[in-house]
């Protein structure tokens, strides 16, 4: 005995909708391959989401000077609680550095990023070393300069041009 299945109205029209859905996301699919395909490589953006292009950018890219121009600061370090060895009354030096680099360099703020702890130990080095009075008229200045001139000499892929004391306390 033969049983003959008739689907419902409700599921016929369900499944041409799917089926058409389908249908227009594979040409649609198949359409943008095709003009990616066809497109010069070097041709500008069609669309930009999110902020407007520059005047007299037609691509969309930021100009070169407003981009070479860009900075990002550079706080990966944090804080450092820095115990002074050569004082007679104990002392610890609260320190936080930053600086700036340029934004669109990435292998430099890799190298940066992949430095932190060397970072780290050069201040911890440096602020650990001053006997007692060093500590008691610390010149802020020859600090900044000789901690930059310590990581400029770690540094490979660039150079660090100005440097932050963020916090900088001693606690006796």
């Known amino acids: 005995m033969k049983r003959e299945y008739t689907p419902s109205k409700k599921m016929l029209i369900t499944y041409r909708v799917l089926v058409t859905v389908i249908l227009v996301l594979?040409?649609?699919?198949?359409t943008g391959s095709l003009y990616a395909v066809i497109r010069p490589p070097q041709?500008?953006?069609?669309?930009?989401i999110g902020g407007k292009p520059a005047a007299g950018n037609r691509g969309g890219n930021p100009p070169s000077s407003d981009y070479a121009a860009s900075t990002a600061g550079f706080t990966g370090i944090?804080?450092?609680?820095?115990?002074?060895t050569g004082a007679e009354t104990p002392a610890t030096v609260i320190l936080?550095?930053?600086f700036p680099y340029p934004?669109?360099?990435?292998?430099f703020a890799e190298e940066l990023a992949s430095r932190i702890g060397e970072f780290r130990s050069i201040a911890i080095e440096y602020f650990s070393g001053l006997p007692e009075q060093?500590?008691?008229r610390l010149d802020?200045?020859?600090?900044?300069?000789?901690?930059?001139r310590r990581y400029n000499d770690l540094l490979r892929l660039g150079r660090i041009e100005t440097l932050y004391f963020t916090d900088l306390m001693v606690i006796e």
């Open 103 to 107: 934004a669109d360099d990435r292998p």
């Open 43 to 48: 041709s500008a953006p069609l669309f930009r």
């Open 26 to 30: 594979a040409l649609l699919l198949i």
């Open 78 to 84: 944090g804080n450092l609680r820095i115990p002074v």
């Open 140 to 148: 802020e200045e020859l600090a900044k300069k000789e901690i930059l």
């Open 134 to 136: 060093g500590i008691a």
């Open 96 to 98: 936080s550095v930053s």
